[in-house]
């Protein structure tokens, strides 16, 4: 059989590379032409993948998280010589008693919870509408006197006054009879069924993934050790020895970064909730039980849990007409803030997921259009693995500078 020449090898392997880049040219080309229906494919593609791995994902997540849990319950079982043995069932049964416990821990949450609205909701009583009512209607007569006397400093009547004000007065009820408001009202009637019916929906697609994942978070759980042994022999023959350890290498970066955080995220979580509780307790702010819960729960999110901190504590206050302890209350929340943020997160939150607070609010923005709360939520371990990864880039294209100008260092000498 006759032998390939060099130059036909090298011709060859010029005209594969003509080929190649014909039928991208070709390919980007006809997607520009047709780019409406690429983008609806595209679209399509996107919502399909999303409802596919959505529940893929958080079961993965919810897994990583019950491990360690599910692990000393296994050792304990370990101990006993009828379940030693049997290590299936050992396992099976660790999965389903740290399951039962997370569900037991989130029950109690919730029925505190519960229990503190519905308490909240039947002591906001006659007296307390007609105090803020009160409050509000006090203040307006202050504000307004004080607007006048401002006004008759600087030669406007009290006549002139009272003609502009019934004008306004005019003009603000011929609005109201105006036929376009009352079918705006008739549209936003229609528009709230609509929303009821789209938020029932929701709340069904929400329970629908939540069941999906706690399915593949179980069976995740019960065979992650099989399922990881598969996967990296199938790794190492599809990728073969030179990719692989590049790729284990992020698989162990992307686990440090998203367990740590998550985890680190729920202590931090369940400390501001305590601490926020206790304090407002202390200020004597009512309901301080439920703004810390919300503040827990809001934390778990980077920046949102001060806000609805503030936001909980001036509604409250406000209604109870209590301004004296809402500034009380916002000084005690600033400084829980402050230490949450300069002491105890830095300390709780692995050292892997350090982020700066810039990239922070563009990952937040970045997950929130993508994903949602989940998105905002997933979005800072993302960025701290995008950080690792670019910061070995930047130490890789360094010392790759180095060695090239070392290498014509050698060639000129």
Same mark, same amino acid.
């Given at each position: 059989?006759?032998?390939?020449?060099? *130059?036909?090898?090298?011709? /060859?392997?010029?005209?594969?590379?003509?080929?190649?880049?014909?039928?991208?040219?070709?390919?980007?080309?006809?997607?520009?032409?047709?780019? *409406?229906?690429?983008?609806?494919?595209? +679209?399509?593609?996107?919502?399909?993948?999303?409802?596919?791995?959505?529940?893929?994902?958080?079961?993965?997540?919810?897994?990583?998280?019950?491990?360690?849990?599910?692990?000393?319950? *296994?050792?304990?079982?370990?101990?006993?010589?009828? $379940?030693?043995?049997?290590?299936?069932?050992?396992?099976?049964?660790?999965?389903?008693?740290?399951?039962?416990?997370?569900?037991?821990? $989130?029950?109690?949450?919730?029925?505190?919870?519960?229990?503190?609205?519905?308490?909240?909701? %039947?002591?906001?009583? #006659?007296?307390?509408?007609?105090?803020?009512?009160?409050?509000?209607?006090?203040?307006?007569?202050?504000?307004?006197?004080?607007?006048?006397?401002?006004? &008759?400093?600087?030669?406007?009547?009290?006549?002139?006054?009272?003609?502009?004000?019934?004008?306004?007065?005019?003009?603000?009820?011929?609005?109201?009879?105006?036929?376009?408001?009352? %079918?705006?009202?008739?549209?936003?009637?229609? &528009?709230?069924?609509?929303?009821?019916?789209?938020?029932?929906?929701?709340?069904?697609?929400?329970?629908?993934?939540?069941?999906?994942?706690?399915?593949? +978070?179980?069976?995740?759980?019960?065979?992650?050790?099989?399922?990881?042994?598969?996967?990296?022999?199938?790794?190492?023959?599809?990728?073969?020895?030179?990719?692989?350890?590049?790729?284990?290498?992020?698989? $162990?970066?992307?686990?440090?970064?998203?367990?740590?955080?998550?985890?680190?995220?729920?202590?931090?979580?369940?400390?501001?909730?305590?601490?926020?509780?206790?304090?407002?307790?202390?200020?004597?702010?009512?309901?301080?039980?439920?703004? +810390?819960?919300?503040?827990?729960?809001?934390?778990?999110?980077?920046?949102?849990?001060?806000? #609805?901190?503030?936001?909980?504590?001036?509604?409250?206050? $406000?209604?109870?007409? *209590?301004?004296?302890?809402?500034?009380?209350?916002?000084?005690?929340?600033?400084?829980? %803030?402050?230490?949450?943020? %300069?002491?105890?997160?830095?300390?709780?939150?692995?050292?892997?997921?350090?982020?700066?607070?810039?990239?922070?609010?563009?990952?937040?923005?970045?997950?929130?259009?993508?994903?949602?709360?989940?998105?905002?939520?997933?979005?800072?371990?993302?960025?701290?693995?995008?950080?690792?990864?670019?910061?070995?880039?930047?130490?890789?294209?360094?010392?790759?500078? /180095?060695?090239?100008?070392?290498?014509?260092?050698?060639?000129?000498?």
């Amino acid at each position: 059989m006759k032998e390939i020449s060099p *130059e036909d090898k090298k011709y /060859r392997k010029i005209m594969k590379y003509v080929l190649i880049t014909f039928s991208v040219m070709m390919l980007i080309t006809l997607a520009v032409i047709r780019i *409406e229906d690429v983008a609806a494919f595209c +679209g399509k593609t996107w919502v399909f993948a999303a409802a596919v791995l959505k529940p893929i994902i958080f079961g993965v997540l919810f897994a990583v998280l019950l491990n360690p849990l599910t692990e000393k319950i *296994e050792g304990l079982f370990c101990k006993v010589k009828f $379940l030693k043995k049997r290590k299936a069932f050992t396992r099976v049964l660790s999965v389903v008693l740290a399951i039962l416990l997370v569900f037991l821990v $989130l029950s109690v949450i919730i029925a505190v919870l519960m229990s503190v609205v519905t308490s909240s909701v %039947q002591m906001i009583s #006659v007296d307390s509408a007609k105090n803020f009512v009160s409050y509000a209607g006090t203040s307006i007569q202050n504000f307004w006197g004080k607007a006048v006397i401002f006004l &008759n400093s600087y030669g406007v009547s009290k006549e002139d006054i009272d003609r502009v004000t019934a004008e306004l007065g005019k003009m603000i009820s011929e609005k109201m009879s105006d036929p376009f408001l009352q %079918q705006s009202g008739t549209e936003g009637a229609s &528009n709230l069924g609509n929303t009821i019916a789209g938020v029932g929906s929701a709340v069904g697609n929400f329970l629908k993934d939540m069941g999906f994942m706690l399915v593949f +978070g179980i069976y995740f759980l019960i065979d992650g050790k099989n399922l990881i042994a598969f996967w990296s022999k199938a790794a190492k023959d599809i990728f073969g020895k030179k990719i692989y350890p590049y790729l284990e290498e992020f698989v $162990l970066i992307a686990q440090r970064s998203f367990s740590g955080y998550v985890r680190g995220q729920l202590v931090d979580a369940i400390i501001m909730s305590v601490l926020v509780s206790i304090s407002l307790s202390i200020v004597g702010v009512d309901y301080s039980v439920a703004i +810390g819960i919300g503040t827990g729960i809001g934390n778990l999110i980077p920046y949102v849990g001060p806000f #609805v901190a503030y936001a909980m504590t001036i509604i409250v206050c $406000l209604v109870e007409g *209590e301004i004296d302890k809402l500034i009380i209350a916002a000084i005690v929340l600033l400084v829980i %803030q402050v230490v949450d943020a %300069q002491i105890i997160n830095p300390r709780i939150v692995s050292s892997n997921v350090e982020v700066h607070p810039v990239l922070v609010v563009v990952a937040l923005i970045a997950g929130g259009s993508i994903g949602g709360l989940a998105g905002m939520f997933l979005a800072v371990p993302c960025a701290a693995v995008i950080k690792i990864y670019f910061g070995k880039f930047i130490e890789w294209r360094k010392n790759g500078s /180095r060695y090239n100008d070392s290498d014509k260092g050698r060639k000129k000498a």
